[in-house]
């Protein structure tokens, strides 16, 4: 798979990631969990390793820790979770708990999801980041109303990362978040790649676009993906997903020629 490099530090990412929401929010004993293992393995079999993940989302962190350490104790996993919840200690709380749940003694990325008190949280983030016990941290939203407020934060705070929601058919981000982050050097996750799925729904029953092999693409699902990954401030997506030829699916635009204006602006005409 394809990588960039995490500006604050060069450190090259694969491309193509996982989101958690929804997909690993599930129990142990339900058949959906059971496709788990084989939606991590088609992840690393691409050399994929990005999975993000949130206390918001129900059950995900702790079946993501589960999985990983029973299937894929040696798994090159790149965890991001978030912080979601008001207060200091609260949110130091919150952190340690998802050290416990994901078996982890080191989170690669934690996030302030949605901005939630960000203030408080931004020192122990830091001080953590420190003592080596989380290696970049960032902060996530998904929504456009969001944007004044996640721009303030960008151009006062250093930070490493940025989340935010990008897709083929919810562009706003392109206006001054994306140049913002190029210029203060901030990676940038995308999430909810396929507006949670409507996306996906809108484009099934369209024609591919007759160059889609040209660009090593087979599916709606990988153009919407490679749309994004166009885009030079990009530097992961997520797509969320419990299904694993999903995963792969997705997975496979990590590979190949990216798209040209032209193709892009195709892109852009046919959601209209
Ligand atoms: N504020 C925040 O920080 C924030 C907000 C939103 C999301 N996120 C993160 O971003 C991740 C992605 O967003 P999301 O999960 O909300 O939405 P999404 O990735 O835009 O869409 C997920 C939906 O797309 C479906 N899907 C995935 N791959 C597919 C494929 N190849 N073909 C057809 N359908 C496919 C999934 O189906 P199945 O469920 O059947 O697999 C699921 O219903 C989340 O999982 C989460 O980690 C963060």
Redesign the pocket.
């Known amino acids: 798979m394809l990588t960039r490099a995490i500006p604050s530090s060069a450190e090259l990412l694969p491309i193509v990631g ?6 690993f929010d599930v129990e142990p004993s339900s058949p959906a969990y059971k496709q788990l293992p084989a939606v991590l393995r088609a992840l690393f079999e691409k050399g994929g390793k990005v999975i ?3 206390p ?2 129900g059950r ?1 962190e702790q079946s993501t820790g589960e999985l990983l350490s029973i299937h894929e104790p040696r798994s090159p996993a790149f965890l991001a979770t ?1 912080v979601w919840t008001r207060g200091r200690e609260e949110g130091i709380a919150q952190m340690e708990q998802s050290f416990k749940l994901l078996q982890t003694d080191r989170i690669d990325l934690m ?1 302030i ?2 901005l939630l008190d960000w203030k408080t949280h931004l020192p122990t983030l830091r001080k953590w980041k420190e003592e080596g016990r989380i290696r970049y941290i960032g902060i ?3 929504t456009a109303s969001a944007y004044e407020e996640v721009e303030a934060v960008l151009k006062s705070e250093p930070l490493d990362f940025l ?1 935010i ?1 990008y ?1 083929l058919d919810d562009r706003g981000v392109e206006k001054r978040i994306l140049p913002l982050c190029r210029e203060r050097g901030v990676a940038v ?12 729904a809108r484009l099934k029953d369209k024609p591919l676009p007759r160059w889609a092999a040209d660009v090593r693409v087979n ?4 153009l919407a993906l490679k749309f994004l990954l166009t885009h030079s401030a990009v530097t992961c997506v ?6 694993p ?3 792969a ?2 997975a496979g635009a990590g590979f190949g020629p990216m798209l040209t204006g032209a193709q892009r602006e195709q892109l852009i005409d046919v959601v209209g």
């Not at 996750?189 to 996906?200: E, K, S, W, Y």
């Not at 997520?238 to 299904?243: D, E, K, L």
Request: aromatic share 12%.
């Open positions: 996982l989101g958690t929401y929804r997909g993000d993940s949130s918001m989302y995900a978030k996030q999801h949605n996530t939203h998904y989340q929601n897709a996750i995308c999430n909810r790649p396929f507006g949670g799925g409507d996306l996906l599916s709606w699902a990988q997520i797509p969320g997903t419990g299904n030829r999903y995963m699916e997705n």
